[in-house]
């Protein structure tokens, strides 16, 4: 098919075909474009979920342990990542036993351990060790801080 626009001065045609083809491929790139912008942020209903993806925390209270020799203070409050499904109301019974063992993990650590990322390793270490030795029973798959603060 052949769009004729004009004709030159010497008889030639002009022909449009060419930019009409170019501008329709990208008019369909553009709708092609913004259907699937709209597709990918659609919101997901509870139909559309991956099984098993629900999380299931338990919140340890919030502690605060002194470290080297009474001059700091660290304050840790975590919670505490368990399978689905296990009750979070768990670990209250050993509260005090977390608390007590995580007090004597914490102030054998020197203070300048504690500083950045790597201290934040270390504490998520030491409470998920304290949480294996207290709550034997119970399956921690992750410990999350949600204070981690030296004073």
């Known amino acids: 098919m052949r769009i004729i626009f004009r004709r030159r001065e010497n008889g030639e045609h002009v022909s449009l075909s060419f930019p009409v083809v170019v501008a329709g491929v990208l008019l369909l790139l553009a709708v092609l474009g913004g259907v699937t912008a709209v597709v990918a942020n659609k919101p997901r209903g509870p ?20 470290v080297g020799g009474d001059r700091q203070v660290v304050d840790i409050k975590a919670l505490i990542e368990l399978d689905p499904g296990v009750d979070p109301t768990v670990a209250l019974p ?21 500083s950045g990322a790597e201290g934040a390793k270390l504490v998520k270490s030491t409470i998920a060790q304290v949480l294996d030795r207290e709550m034997k029973t119970v399956k921690v798959r992750d410990v999350l801080l949600d204070r981690f603060v030296i004073h």
Do not use: H, T
């Open 94 to 114: 050993y509260l005090d036993r977390i608390s007590d063992r995580l007090s004597d993990r914490i102030r054998q650590i020197d203070p300048a351990q504690l």
């Open 47 to 66: 139909s559309m979920s991956v099984p098993g993806s629900q999380k299931n925390y338990a919140r340890l209270p919030q502690m605060s342990f002194a």
